[in-house]
DNA sequence: TGATTGGATGTAGCAACGCTGAAATCTGGG
DNA sequence: CCCAGATTTCAGCGTTGCTACATCCAATCA
């Protein structure tokens, strides 16, 4: 009988467009999937994945033959879901992908709180960029998306996914100690014309809200120091080299030589999680979402 | 993820009502059975089997578990279906039910050939009453069932099933050598009034075709002799005790001092194949299916 | 009640499987 | 022509899953 665990390799290959991204996508080595199609090719007679250029390409048979393991694999966790469902508590294994901040001030304590309340549940996590998040929930590599938009470009609902709203994350102008604006209790946007900004590399949300926020005030923004994480940027702004838009969630404790100024109207991210509707009624996702709305209630009133 | 080959054993529990039954339906022994279902109720962490006095029975959630289970299996199947069709030629298992006459006048010789001419074929054999083997057919025990009907109770098509004929078996009158029929050329069936009878068990498909064919003539033949077995009943003919009827095939050699006297009209078993809709495309069952009747073309015509 | 039978489950051991890591192979590009 | 990227092959090893045997439980019979 045709294994399901090699259907599954076959149909990650198909997906993936390659045997180690289906093997990074599975958690195996190149090797062991390319072990697993070969011992499905020698089961079935048929050959399945065929050399073209330094990748390979599935056989007709074998698109057919991932076809039918898509629709297995459907079946399996529509089952899988129907169980843990029938349970009514959490179990299995839950994989949450988020972006990096909530990755360090909301996960930790909300995974925690999971696992603690539902020995049973295999937590998870794994960080992507928050606009490559909901793919990786619709290829079944994670379970559960935590991604933000801004309030200038909200996140659509992707086809087959439901959402929910974990709460809204407020950002402050973080400024040198000595300069002008450390001494102010509130900014407008008119205040920041001609500043030099330190913020994300180009491609990231964080950057495009910025550049296309500050376009609205009829300026272009002087990008000058482009680093990923937040830290780097506060210790960028505290050596004086200028100012950042900082999210406060997972912010931490600011620097020495830091100061945050609230601007107003403040600008806000809002945190959601996204999830397949096919998973909706799992007892671990509803659970994880209530958890993080949990938690982040008790960071604001806190 | 839900393991194939453990749901497969839940689902044979479920079809074939204990573990046991499971087990040797599935060819394992009832340990192995028992083994994986607990392994599959620790990963689901769901009590699937409660013991019920000698045996088992099904909880409700195993119960919908067995039922998706029949889904995925029956995926499967047709997965592998498309995969040999593809493929033209026949490859996987094919199990045969069959009647214990065919089974030595007709299957060695058909299923040598098939094996000879298709070694990516694994042929098996499985002896079954044939009012039992459609259903074995049905549950997946065997691919392809040889069964037979007699004239006077033609075998009606299953559903969900198709089926072939294979040829025409007729039937001759045994009669010890010193007996007066052994001097006829033929008889009709007015002859046979009076005579002992050796014959099959009630249950037994004969059984009830000779008592059904006498009682048309207007009387109740005397059944002296109940053994399942032909070579038996010649046994018993050769010893002078009664007469029996005695179909063609899968005969042998009469032993010394038994004689075959035709009947006229003379008696006929039709024998046919039977065979899962789903499975008709297998190459596997066409040409076992043709091969069947090529061989009995052969025994007819020689 | 005790003995017995029919069935499921637990244990030990062994063969087979499936993974990893390293080496080999192959392809396209600098 | 060599190198980098990707797959496949190979050896080794831990795990799995089977069988055989023993045990346990429930129903039946003496």
């Known amino acids: 009988m045709l294994d399901l665990s090699r259907l599954r390799a076959l149909h990650a290959v198909a997906v993936h467009g390659s045997v180690g991204a289906a093997a990074a996508a599975l958690g195996y080595t190149p090797s ?96 992507a960029d928050p606009h490559l998040s909901p793919g990786l929930v619709t290829r079944g590599v994670a379970d559960l998306a935590v991604a933000h938009d801004w309030d200038i470009a909200p996140l659509p609902t992707p086809e087959g996914m439901e959402l929910a709203a974990i709460g809204d994350d407020l950002c402050d102008i973080c400024v040198p100690a000595g300069h002008p604006f450390a001494r102010r209790a509130g900014l407008v946007r008119a205040d920041l014309v001609g500043e030099r900004w330190i913020c994300q590399p180009p491609g990231s949300t964080c950057h495009d809200w910025l550049v296309r926020t500050l376009r609205t005030s009829g300026h272009e923004p002087d990008l000058a120091y482009q680093v990923a994480e937040y830290a780097s940027q506060l210790a960028l702004v505290a050596a004086g080299l200028g100012i950042a838009l900082v999210p406060r969630l997972g912010r931490g404790p600011l620097p020495a030589g830091v100061v945050a100024v609230p601007l107003e109207p403040v600008p806000v991210r809002r945190v959601y999680a996204l999830w397949r509707t096919g998973a909706a009624r799992r007892p671990a996702i509803r659970e994880a979402v209530r958890l993080m709305q949990r938690e982040w209630k008790e960071r604001a009133g806190g």
């Open 32 to 127: 062991a999937v390319s072990q697993q199609i070969a011992k499905l090719e020698r089961e079935t007679r048929t050959p399945l994945l065929e050399r073209r250029g330094r990748g390979v390409t599935l056989t007709d048979a074998a698109q057919h033959l991932a076809a039918t393991a898509e629709q297995l694999l459907a079946l399996v966790e529509e089952a899988e879901t129907t169980l843990e469902e029938r349970r009514g508590r959490p179990m299995g294994r839950l994989t949450v992908a988020c972006f990096a901040t909530a990755a360090r001030g909301l996960l930790p304590a909300a995974l925690a709180a999971l696992a603690a309340e539902h020995p049973a549940l295999d937590t998870r996590m794994l960080e």
